[in-house]
């Protein structure tokens, strides 16, 4: 198979290395390339894309776009309104969200046990609807989105947000005291090449006894480092095993714990 990572830009993505390693381990005659996209020509390039690839993987900004071009949607990217994963099945192009299955599988490295507990998600891009949708299902108590802007969330996020039970909040609606227990950080701030930079402040983020920031470069970001106090998770695992995910859709069959375990444990070192 021909399988690529879409993006704009995709010079820092390890996504490659992982799938490689899947293939070298189970002998797999695949290859996965990075298709980047510039904005302007994302019409005619992605089209061009979707007929010379047999499936791609899908990440920032386009896990929204993608999905007027697609034939069918599974349940969960229907229902999160977000595509990370293409495939081609019996001649049609369906978007798959294995984003949701890495980030669940995250809350169980942590130990986090969101039900009945709040939890706050910091960014309302592409990347946290899978979050706050396995949240929801989790039965977190409640969930609240913080936004630099909350007055300007977009109509479509607002309504998704809202079916869902989540408040939108700004950021200086973030202290110290109040009831706490996961942070999760789905926006870029304090990713490579910005690093040291984090979107609260120290004093807020050592309050959280779980802590899971979705970047993975650098392996401990500002705010994971703030965060002194708390079990917590890079996004590494998630991005392993959200491909693991997308690797099953592809080939029609399940890739052993075993595998997936040994690829994510090789990758966080």
């Known amino acids: 198979m021909r399988l690529a990572l879409l993006g704009e830009v995709l010079g820092h993505s390890l996504s490659p290395v992982i799938h490689h390693t899947l293939f070298e381990i189970e002998h797999i005659d695949s290859s996965y390339e990075l298709e980047e996209i510039a904005k302007p020509v994302f019409d005619s390039e992605l089209r061009h894309a979707l007929k010379t690839f047999d499936g791609m993987n899908v990440t920032i900004p386009y896990k929204v776009d993608v999905i007027p071009y697609l034939d069918e949607l599974s349940p969960e990217a229907e229902t999160i309104g977000a595509v990370n994963t293409i495939a081609k099945k019996k001649g049609k192009l369906i978007g798959y969200n294995t984003d949701y299955t890495g980030f669940k599988r ?4 942590i130990g986090a046990d969101v039900s009945g507990k709040p939890v706050i998600v910091l960014g309302h891009g592409g990347a946290s609807r899978a979050v706050i949708q396995c949240l929801f299902d989790e039965k977190a108590s409640g969930i609240t989105v913080i936004s630099r802007h909350p007055g300007k969330v977009d ?3 607002l309504e998704f947000a809202k079916a869902r039970n989540v408040e939108i909040k700004g950021y200086d609606s973030l202290t110290r005291s109040g009831e706490k227990y996961l942070l999760v950080n789905a926006t870029p701030v304090g990713m490579y090449p910005k690093v040291g930079v984090s979107p609260i402040s120290s004093e807020v983020a050592e309050t959280f006894p779980k802590v899971i920031d979705i ?3 650098p392996e401990e970001t500002q705010l994971l480092h703030d965060a002194k106090n708390a079990d917590k998770s890079n996004g590494m695992y998630m991005l392993v095993m959200q491909a693991m995910a997308a690797e099953e859709i592809w080939m029609d069959r399940e890739i052993s714990p075993e595998v997936a375990a040994k690829i994510a444990k ?4």
Do not use: P, V
């Open 215 to 217: 970047i993975y470069n």
């Open 106 to 109: 995250t809350l169980s490295l």
């Open 266 to 269: 090789d990758m966080m070192k």
């Open 155 to 157: 109509e479509e996020f």
